[in-house]
């Protein structure tokens, strides 16, 4: 209780606390050297006149300066290099506040010349307030960082995120538009930064043969710069403003123009590896005393090779023979004991990450962990036009298997206007006892800048050998299987909702791509009420969300289904809280484990009783975070839920189950009809209600 007690004083304190000044009490922003940065004009007149001026001049394209000397990368940006660079300034703050003036002021730099892109940032703040960490790759966040945003193509679907901490720690990754940003990409750069009494700056410079683009003269490419101020409730500052009515990043970044002097270089990288093993064992020989002998086999090398070739700057040939992927990051533990569906792991090999974007859907039918240790495999990515393809083929040495199965992969997928496409996938893996075809069609279609809607239909042809609990034997079947997916999404600034449908036939499978849960179909909804962003506020902003979801198999009987509500603030001096509960129903039924009950064979079923099993539950949870300082930080998140399947199946007089006395009455009162009944409960347990 004492310990309750604390810790709410504590995150009281840290909320209501007055924050770090953001301005000075004449309104000014108070930073180092900020004459350097703002006219001598009033804030006020400033900010006006930034929302008309500052905009019209962000909506006219960038040309990037061609440059002879490159920079030396040390993060001292005062060298005479950037003073021939492009300027980004007049950032807005874009989170929490909505397109207000920002907290401390932020100049970045481009320049390029035939082989690298140059990027710099000088922020300015106070030096012994900045946050920023030793971190691992990709872990920025919480703490200050500036993101460069490069759409290389300017089609507005995806683009490359880089991003640096103020000691150059690198976050790299694939933003796709609806999907979020893919962080397992690693992207060849180097970058630096150093702190002094201003503030703090990063250098960077980037290849251009680690980008894939759309070469040519005349090209433009999408770009967006932001910085995360993290001790001021996470603020983000942009350099081109963001409407909040528009869920759609990139259609709202700026141009950038002037590359027409890409040098583009074609790259072949080779990665051999080479591991040996010696293995040991006891072997019968009778002129030993124990009759055994360990026998000491011989070394066993394993050679493989990895390739990748750049045709051009946005075609991409991946090739492997025994590729080795031990040097690849080990997936996070996960407990997945007694578990009734898969787990999703995300994808962290260099050779399936080449690309992945162009084989994303909304259903996953391209799940590239299902490729386990394959023998040789090839992929094909790019982009011509409008039109994005993939292509992957695999020889794959199935663990546990002296069978290999074949694996090929197909995706087109072409733009249609601005924020518009139509997509066509196909898979198939052949393995000795089962066979799998799946081709699919998907689409995006946003009929204004509020609303998106996309659309998947899939179909499958399989076959396979299984075992059937209702016959005790192994056969093979053929199936046809269907999948669909249907989300429409309405986003404004302090609104929206979205409602999904989605489901799977009880044939519908997809070997190559990851599948929870078959015969089963899916109605989900989510509500959004926010208020108006208050960035000099204790509290900064609240917000309230509902959800739920319902799904049914294709008999039409209820599987499973959830209500929840869930209330967010958020506080000065990086704090926020959340509060979230809801209650669920399950219903299990006994085909779903084993085998199914018959009039012929009444006691043959999985479950004992009743065929089916349902319960009512539900949970509530609350999350606490607060940094207060760059020095401490704290976080709580309790949870309570109840009544959840055990997978015990319960006892009582509802559900009672079978003790192995009764069992065994079970088999011999056929023969034996004196033998007395005995207890057909072993003892107790829960019961389901």
């Not at 290389?152 to 103020?166: E, I, K």
């Not at 009880?506 to 208020?531: C, E, H, K, L, P």
Request: charged content about 25%.
């Amino acid at each position: 209780m004492k310990t309750a007690i604390l810790l709410l004083a504590i995150f009281l304190f840290c909320a209501v606390a007055p924050s770090n000044a953001q301005t000075s009490s004449d309104g000014k922003t108070d930073e180092p050297n900020a004459a350097k940065i703002v006219t001598t004009a009033t804030p006020e007149i400033v900010a006006e006149k930034s929302k008309a001026e500052i905009i019209a001049e962000k909506s006219k394209p960038i040309i990037v300066p061609l440059v002879v000397n490159a920079p030396v990368i040390d993060g001292n940006i005062n060298e005479e290099f950037w003073k021939q660079a492009t300027i980004f300034k007049d950032f807005i703050q874009t989170n929490p506040g909505d397109n207000a003036p920002a907290s401390k002021a932020t100049e970045c730099f481009l320049a390029y010349d035939e082989l690298n892109l140059y990027f710099a940032c000088h922020c300015f703040d106070e030096p012994d307030k900045v946050r920023a960490t030793v971190a691992k790759r990709d872990n920025v966040f919480g703490e200050d960082n500036v993101r460069l945003f490069l759409d290389t193509y300017d089609d507005q679907r995806r683009a490359f995120v880089l991003g640096f901490n103020p000691l150059g720690i690198q976050q790299d990754g694939i933003y796709t538009e609806g999907q979020g940003t893919d962080f397992n990409v690693d992207i060849v750069m180097e970058s630096k930064g150093a702190m002094d009494e201003t503030g703090w700056a990063v250098e960077a410079k980037i290849p251009f043969k680690s980008l894939r683009y759309a070469s040519g003269k005349g090209k433009f490419w999408g770009v967006q710069v932001q910085r995360n101020i993290d001790r001021f409730g996470d603020e983000l500052d942009s350099w081109k403003p963001i409407d909040r009515n528009n869920p759609s990043l990139l259609i709202q970044a700026g141009k950038l123009g002037g590359l027409d002097n890409i040098k583009f270089e074609k790259t072949l990288e080779l990665v051999p590896s080479t591991t040996l093993s010696q293995t040991g064992e006891r072997i019968q020989d009778n002129s030993f005393i124990s009759n055994q002998r360990f026998l000491q086999r011989g070394l066993k090398p394993d050679i493989g090779l990895t390739v990748k070739y750049t045709i051009t700057p946005n075609i991409t040939l991946d090739a492997a023979i025994n590729p080795d992927f031990a040097e690849v990051e080990a997936d996070a533990p996960i407990v997945s004991a007694n578990q009734r569906f898969p787990t999703f792991f995300p994808e962290k090999r260099p050779f399936f990450l080449e690309g992945v974007d162009i084989f994303l859907t909304p259903i996953p039918i391209v799940y590239t962990r299902t490729i386990q240790n394959p023998d040789i495999a090839a992929k094909l990515t790019g982009k011509i036009g409008k039109t994005s393809f993939g292509f992957l083929a695999a020889d794959d040495n199935i663990i546990g298997s002296d069978d290999n199965a074949k694996i090929g992969v197909l995706r087109v997928k072409t733009d249609i206007g601005k924020e518009n496409s139509l997509g066509f996938i196909a898979t198939a893996r052949m393995f000795p006892d089962s066979r799998n075809f799946l081709g699919g069609v998907d689409g995006k279609y946003k009929p204004d800048s509020s609303t998106t809607f996309t659309f998947q239909a899939a179909a499958s042809r399989s076959n396979r050998f299984f075992y059937n609990p209702n016959l005790n034997a192994r056969e093979n079947r053929a199936g046809n299987g269907f999948a669909y997916d249907l989300n429409l999404d309405y986003t404004k600034k302090n609104y929206g909702y979205t409602i999904q449908a989605n489901g799977r036939t009880g044939d519908y499978r997809a070997d190559v791509g990851f599948t929870r849960r078959t015969n089963t179909n899916q109605i989900f909804y989510a509500t959004r009420i926010s208020s108006e962003p208050q960035p000099k506020n204790t509290l900064i902003r609240k917000s309230w969300n509902t959800f739920g979801d319902f799904n049914y198999n294709f008999q039409g009987g209820s599987q499973d289904g959830f209500l929840g509500t869930a209330i967010n603030l958020n506080f000065q001096r990086n704090t926020f809280f959340n509060i979230e509960g809801g209650g669920n129903y399950s219903r299990l039924r006994e085909d779903e484990f084993g085998a199914r009950r018959t009039a012929s064979k009444p006691n043959q079923g999985a479950f004992f009783g009743s065929p089916e099993r349902s319960t009512f539950g539900g949970y509530v949870s609350s999350y606490i975070f607060s940094a207060p300082s760059k020095r401490i930080s704290f976080e709580l998140n309790p949870s309570f839920s109840w009544n959840s399947f055990d997978f015990d199946f319960g006892s009582g007089q509802r559900f009672p189950r079978r003790s192995s006395a009764y069992e065994n009455y079970l088999r011999d009162s056929s023969t034996n009809p004196d033998l007395n009944e005995p207890a057909l409960d072993p003892g107790p347990g829960k019961e389901f209600r």
